[in-house]
């Protein structure tokens, strides 16, 4: 066997590992959409008592991860964002200051990038959210500071909402630093942002090749409007 067709045996070779590995995250990804609506998953606020219940309006909200990292040598902004997001936020107007917020929740299945190969490696080995017990993302709010004694129509208010955030099988406690837009006394709407090592829940970058020095960081962020039921 000359050298001329042991070349062309290896080059073989190597195409037919790669397009199993490539057939085999794009089985494991599955097709990225949600196994059922957010509103039917997302959890009610316990306990309102007189305050104003407020439920998260997924077609108006998204929440969002970004990161930066090496593209094929170019620096590059990578942001994934997925509009299943719920949950409810109950505003008590005599008293902000015992406002509560229930679980928020965010399908991870359904986050998606500008990149399909990427969106597929999400899914099936950094999020694993192809698998059904880790489809859901969750941020359960243990304490709110710097609610204001008293609130006005169309004012903006900004404050700290402590909880912990549940990814795959971690859980860690995270700090939102939340901006609330008091709309009208039947919605809301706002934005609250965080910023995460993504190693504390387990989270790792595959390596593959023309990717390289992803940030350790991630920037999340949830813009959402919230409405009193109709």
């Known amino acids: 066997m000359n050298i001329r067709n042991i070349i062309i045996g290896l080059v073989v070779l190597a195409l037919v590992i790669i397009g199993g590995a490539v057939a085999f995250l794009s089985f494991s990804a599955g097709d990225g959409e949600a196994s059922q609506d957010i ?3 997302a959890q009610t606020v316990d306990d309102a008592g007189t305050a ?9 909200s998204e929440a969002s991860f970004t990161l930066e990292e090496d593209l094929r040598g170019t620096r590059t902004t990578v942001v994934g964002v997925t509009d299943q997001v719920g949950g409810e936020i109950a505003i008590n107007f005599d008293n902000p200051t015992a406002s509560t917020i229930g679980t928020i929740t965010i399908n991870a299945r359904t986050i998606a990038t500008d990149n399909d190969f990427r969106n597929q490696a999400l899914r099936s080995q950094i999020l694993r959210s192809a698998r059904d017990e880790y489809e859901f993302i969750t941020f359960e709010p243990t304490s709110i500071t710097g609610l204001p004694d008293s609130i006005t129509i169309g004012e903006t208010y900004t404050f700290d909402i402590i909880g912990n955030l549940t990814i795959i099988d971690t859980t860690e406690e995270v700090i939102f630093t939340t901006d609330v837009t008091i709309v009208s006394e039947t919605e809301i709407s706002g934005s ?8 504390d829940w387990g989270i790792n970058i595959p390596n593959v090749p023309g990717v390289a020095n992803v940030e350790t960081d991630a920037d999340l962020v949830i813009n959402f409007v919230a409405r009193t039921a109709e």
């Open 39 to 41: 509103a039917d998953v």
């Open 52 to 60: 104003t219940v407020m439920t998260i309006v997924s077609d108006e």
């Open 192 to 199: 609250a942002s965080s910023s995460v090592i993504y190693a």
